[in-house]
């Protein structure tokens, strides 16, 4: 009987070791489930945050794009008053010396004139250029259209100021 005892010992205790190892093994893969999962979680974060980075990169270039379109289409309507006053601007300069009370209108005038030739050309918005690039353009042209607006408004004054010399001397010679 000691053998039948020793025996159920001996099986109570590989039974006891087998049931341990299948605890330890369960752990291990629980450990390696973890793990896998966590990996994976960590992988699609990841894959996420390029993902909105980039999606983030393409809306701000959009965005560049768009601003500076609008800047140059600012621009180009204000070009187009520009090019208005200025043909009205050189039927005023037509006039000679003689025509108006005060000379000096027509050197104003010519001054006018010559600075809306000086003006540099017209900023280009490229859908290939960079983000940077396009806010730079995007904020030369506001610079442009402020001086092309400025630009206008002394020529507007000037030829204003001619035809009102030209009107005055038709007064005097009245």
Do not use: W
Request: aromatic letters at 4%.
């Amino acid at each position: 009987m000691a053998n039948a005892s020793e025996d159920q010992k001996v099986n109570e205790s590989a039974q006891n070791n087998d049931a341990a190892l299948l605890k330890e093994e369960h752990r291990n893969e629980r450990k390696i489930v973890i793990g896998a999962i966590a990996a994976i979680v960590v992988v699609a974060i990841a894959f996420f945050t390029v993902y909105k980075v980039i999606d983030y990169r393409r809306d701000l270039h959009t965005a560049s794009m768009l601003t500076c379109s609008t800047n140059y289409a600012n621009a180009t309507e204000s070009e187009q008053d520009m090019k208005e006053t200025l043909a009205d601007a050189k039927q005023r300069a037509a006039y000679s010396s003689s025509d108006v009370a005060d000379p000096n209108t027509l050197n104003d005038l010519a001054e006018a004139i010559s600075r809306v030739d000086s003006l540099p050309d017209k900023p280009e918005c490229s859908p290939e250029s960079s983000t940077d690039a396009l806010m730079n353009t995007a904020d030369l042209l506001m610079i442009y259209n402020d001086d092309v607006i400025n630009t206008t408004a002394a020529l507007r004054y000037a030829a204003k100021a001619v035809q009102a010399s030209h009107l005055e001397l038709q007064n005097i010679q009245q």
